[in-house]
């Protein structure tokens, strides 16, 4: 089996905010207005995509993954990695297996995420931090380095990963980060080529875990699978589709 197992926001769907100086397809709505959108050649290619099979792979939650509507409805996935592989959301719900097995990974981490949780509240406020219990939690700023550097400070490094992205950081405990889900997500389905494409810190363990990836070229100096595709700007999607069909 040939899987495609890529990041969405800002991967393969871009927030209404990103300028995309392509035509372009409403992939989400949020409270009734568009949220995010894919080009519309990406949509085509992983619409008609026949000889691999499609997983995407988030940091989104089931419930904000099922808001885009676009995955399901015009493109076929055969499961959606959802919360940082944490949750194998597949046939509109949680695998059972896959669950369980995500506890026994991330269970030296799970008491310190509460606890940076309770931190982020006490010393940030509680209006912006999140927490999808037990897996990760989150803080929404326009301070985002700062408080990331602060959790560095405080936090058990040994135990969670401390990672900022734009306006949130989050908080995750080792063993459930993207690399390892691919690898499980290989021994689940029987994958013999994996491709990946992502645009974060978060993705470069997917990246690296991968046969052959795509990502922007800020990116480079983290990412060490030497069959990666940089990219200049922001928009990766199509490349991704090139590389795809260079592979199968």
């Known amino acids: 089996m040939i899987a495609i197992c890529s990041d969405l ?15 372009k397809v409403i992939a989400e709505y949020l409270d009734g207005r568009p949220q995010s959108y894919m080009t519309a050649r990406s949509l085509q290619f992983f619409r008609s995509l026949s000889k691999a099979v499609f997983f995407p792979v988030t940091t989104r939650t089931p419930e904000q993954f099922q808001r885009i509507h676009i995955f399901g409805s ?68 326009d301070h985002v ?11 058990d490094l040994s135990r969670v990963y401390i990672h900022n992205d734009r306006r949130k950081v989050y908080c995750y405990p080792h063993g459930l980060d993207k690399g390892t889900a691919i690898r499980r997500l290989r021994e689940r389905f029987g994958i013999t080529k994996l491709l990946s494409s992502g645009d974060s810190v978060f993705d470069v363990p997917m990246l690296d875990a991968a046969d052959f990836a795509v990502a922007p070229d800020r990116l480079e100096q983290y990412v060490s699978n030497g069959h990666t595709l940089f990219c200049e700007g922001d928009i990766i999607s199509d490349a991704f589709c090139d590389l795809i069909q260079q592979h199968i």
């Open 145 to 155: 380095q700062d408080i990331a550097d602060d959790l560095r400070r405080v936090a």
């Open 74 to 141: 015009e493109i076929p996935y055969r499961a959606a990695l959802t919360c940082n592989g944490s949750i194998l959301f597949e046939g509109g719900s949680s695998d059972q297996e896959w669950f369980e097995e995500s506890l026994r990974l991330g269970d030296a981490g799970f008491a310190e995420v509460k606890r940076i949780y309770s931190y982020l509240c006490e010393k940030y406020g509680d209006d912006h931090a999140h927490i999808y219990d037990p897996f990760f939690a989150y803080y929404v700023s």
């Open 9 to 23: 926001d800002r991967t393969l769907i871009y927030s209404h905010r990103v300028p995309m100086p392509f035509p």
